[in-house]
């Protein structure tokens, strides 16, 4: 308490009855004294307390009071109205709880936040009390800072769930006893905590609210050791609520003695901790289902001290790793169950845990009692106690039966990838076939026809040399290696690599080559790999469909940030973009690597392959992806000024033909099958009409039989790249004329359109290569 001097109360000197005067001196005497002892017993709590009079202004207060308000001292406080130092927000319901106390004599656990002259906010609780004297009326209130509770309460709130309080703060009681135990005065948050009405309490024996264990134990040790120590902390007792409920609690007191060292009164402050027993239940019954949980699971589940000493293993990871029971009691270490060269960045894995950082699973060589070693996998995590770590806890999961079905699931993807290179090479060849056999049929035709016929065997032997392309590329691919370099023209090298990687796709392209384009010092077949696999990657990554965008162009090496590359010639970049996916960025560093895949097609080892071919080419593939919106690959090849080589693919020819009657729309995306088509067509008397694919094959129909001239039979290409193929576009002929007569034609044979080829509405089929004779056949069945 300030050592302030109080103002002295003087006796009016005209008051006419100085007995009336003297007894109101004296009934203020005595309410002085009562203040006093209650400003006594506040300032031993550490609680502030101030008096006001009815428009708020402070009349008396307290030292925690005067701190509270943020003034240097009680001179500055005086006089002045509480409103001064009342945050703004707070102002209208402080006006409200006075005009309450007035009404009804007093206010509780009201929280009002003050402003200091610097602009903080200090939260203080009130519990205020009206007094009345002769010809004043006073209000007196009790008040402590509850800023650090508050702000303790909204960082539970904001605590993550599985550790959150089962209460928001800890509820306070207070109440205190006479020398005989009676119960003299009592808080209101004992009261609505237990239950009881003032009445009801005032006047009883404080051990009557307890439980009969408690209220033996209070008797017999604690109030016999209290009278004399004058002193308990945090003795634990039951109370019982009016209801009959139980309330668990932490009682501490001090007592109030007299001059003479006799005991007056007690004041005793008592914590509510029902939920943190309730807590404390639930986390041992909690910590007994874990045992039982984790002696039923057949993963390894452990506990560590920060020693590394096992503290807990279950019976499923004894048995892994061959240890009993009694090895356990006798002391086991976590690191003898790992290989002796894993034990080094095993520790360094477990130093890392307790200093917070995040590491992952981590593979290890687990090692058995017998000195049997097996691939494990371990993932733990800080086990923390007062929010320090004290140990480590997590599982081992044994990887022997991953890896051998990772094996088996590898060969699985290299067999994929084996069926679909097979696939792809198939079709070529297959188009190629077509080409010769047709051409040699049509030489066949003019032989009494030298320059015809030389032009036909002209035309077969350019595909003959085209299948020769097509196999030293698959040599290539199975070879790799060194790569064999020569001055290269890229333009022929990247638009026969697009065309392999996607036969039979779905997927189409849009190609783009830079007018002046530079050579490249390059293996050709081996840079077209690097190609075909972009490509393939990029056409996984649009399982729907849609358009691969590919641009070669010059690329001066001195314009490209971050690229440190020999080329004093420049560069040439080949850039591949698709707009699938997207590829996720914690995926980014790792797809270059052997066998690192996250599609349900592949082996993983395209993008690995191509890295490794670039980067003997002295050149470097770089890649950017964004989700949603897909990736684009850069490869950058130094560039050369020497003579370079390669050559435009050839162009298919036609010749003559014999006239028969009939008009046939053929659709296929590849030119040299129409050309070719078209002139047999023409040999055996028909007319015939070409369609690049489907939509261009409906729409020639349509227009055809609205101009009188249909078409008698519409022979369709099965599988087109980035367009419509055979099976759609007989489903919209269907629609135009359902007696359409469509013949299905493909390179696959394995196909269920093809082997069900009457169920999908066509009249026969027609298989790549095919002779004169076969698609005579096929257009008899057709007609028939």
């Keep these: 308490m300030s050592d302030r001097k109080r103002p002295e109360r003087k006796l009016s000197a005209t008051c006419p009855d100085k007995r009336q005067a003297a007894e109101r001196e004296s009934a203020e005497e005595a309410l002085r004294e009562s203040e006093e002892k209650y400003r006594l017993l506040i300032e031993a709590t550490g609680t502030g307390y101030v008096i006001i009079d009815e428009q708020g202004r402070v009349l008396d207060a307290n030292e925690e009071y005067v701190r509270l308000t943020g003034r240097g001292s009680f001179a500055e406080i005086t006089g002045r109205p509480v409103t001064d130092w009342t945050a703004a927000h707070d102002l209208e319901r402080n006006a409200a709880e006075v005009r309450k106390c007035m009404e009804c004599g007093s206010v509780r656990n009201l929280v009002v936040d003050y402003v200091g002259p610097s602009g903080g906010l200090t939260a203080v609780e009130f519990n205020a009390t009206l007094l009345q004297g002769p010809g004043s009326t006073r209000i007196f209130t009790v008040c402590r800072d509850i800023t650090e509770r508050k702000r303790a309460a909204d960082r539970l709130q904001r605590s993550e769930a599985k550790y959150r309080r089962l209460y928001n703060e800890t509820p306070v009681m207070m109440h205190s006893i006479d020398a005989q135990g009676v119960i003299v005065s009592v808080s209101d948050r004992w009261l609505t905590t237990l239950g009881y009405a003032r009445g009801e309490v005032l006047g009883r024996r404080s051990t009557e609210f307890l439980d009969e264990q408690s209220r033996a134990y209070a008797l017999n040790e604690v109030l016999p050791d209290f009278m004399r120590t004058g002193v308990c902390a945090d003795v634990s007792y039951t109370f019982v609520k009016k209801n009959g409920e139980r309330v668990s609690a932490l009682l501490s007191a001090i007592a109030e003695r007299d001059e003479a060292g006799a005991f007056v009164r007690s004041l005793a402050v008592i914590l509510d901790i029902t939920e943190r027993k309730r807590a404390e239940t639930s986390l041992r019954q909690s910590e007994e289902r874990f045992r039982y949980l984790a002696d039923s699971l057949p993963l390894t589940v452990f506990e560590t001290d920060l020693q590394g000493r096992l503290t807990y293993v279950n019976q499923a990871g004894l048995d892994k790793f061959g240890y009993t029971q009694q090895d356990f009691a006798a002391g086991l270490f976590m690191v003898q169950l790992l290989a002796p060269g894993d034990r080094g ?3 360094k894995v477990v130093a890392n845990r307790l200093a917070g950082k995040a590491e992952g699973y981590v593979e290890y060589q687990g090692l058995r009692k017998d000195g049997t070693v097996f691939p494990v996998t371990i993932a733990s995590s800080p086990i923390r106690r007062d929010d320090r770590p004290v140990g480590l806890g997590g599982i081992v999961v044994d990887l022997s039966e991953h890896k051998l079905l990772e094996e088996e699931m590898l060969k699985s993807q290299k067999l994929e990838s084996i069926g679909m290179l097979a696939g792809g090479i198939a079709h070529d060849f297959n188009n190629l076939l077509q080409g010769i056999f047709g051409y040699i049929s049509m030489a066949r035709l003019t032989i009494d026809q030298r320059e015809e016929s030389l032009a036909m065997l002209e035309q077969a032997e350019k595909a003959l040399h085209q299948s020769v392309n097509l196999t030293s590329q698959l040599l290539t691919f199975s070879k790799g290696g060194k790569p064999i370099k020569r001055p290269v023209d890229l333009r022929a090298v990247v638009e026969n690599a697009v065309k392999f990687a996607l036969s039979g796709s779905r997927v189409g392209y849009d190609l783009s080559f830079e007018k002046d384009l530079n050579a490249v010092e390059a293996d050709e077949g081996q840079i077209g790999q690097v190609v075909q696999n972009i490509v393939l990657n990029a056409e996984q990554a649009m399982p729907l469909g849609g358009k691969i965008e590919i641009a070669v162009r010059n690329a001066p090496s001195s314009q490209i940030p ?7 010639d420049g560069l040439v970049e080949i850039v591949v973009r698709d707009r699938g996916a997207g590829i996720p960025p914690e ?11 996250t599609k349900d097609r592949g082996s993983g080892l395209g993008l690995a392959t191509s890295y490794s071919i670039v980067r003997n080419h002295d050149g470097k593939i770089c890649v950017s992806s964004e989700l949603g919106k897909g990736s684009a690959f850069t490869v950058y090849l130094p560039a050369t000024r020497a003579p370079r080589v390669g050559a435009a693919p050839p162009s298919p ?3 003559g033909a014999v006239r028969r009657a009939g008009r046939v729309l053929v659709m296929d995306d590849e030119p040299m099958i129409r050309v070719l088509a078209g002139e047999l067509l023409r040999r055996l008397g028909h007319e015939a009409e070409f369609a690049e694919d489907g939509a261009a094959a409906v729409e020639k129909y349509r227009r055809a039989r609205e101009e009188g001239r249909p078409f008698g039979v519409v022979i369709l290409d099965l599988t087109v790249r980035g367009g ?13 004329e359902p007696c359409v007569r469509t013949i299905v034609s493909s390179g696959y044979s394995d196909d269920e359109v093809i082997s069900t080829y009457r169920e999908h509405g066509f009249c026969s089929f027609l298989k790549k290569p095919y002779t004169m004779g076969e698609l005579c056949r096929a257009l008899d069945d057709a007609m028939a």
């Excluded at 995926?587 to 895949?597: Q, V």
């Design 653 to 655: 020819s036609s010749a």
């Design 587 to 597: 995926h980014l560093p790792r797809i270059f690597d052997p066998y690192f895949t």
């Design 562 to 568: 971050g690229l440190s590359l020999a080329a004093p």
């Design 345 to 347: 960045r095993a520790c």
């Design 724 to 736: 419509m193929g055979g099976a759609e576009a007989a489903r919209r002929l269907a629609e135009i």
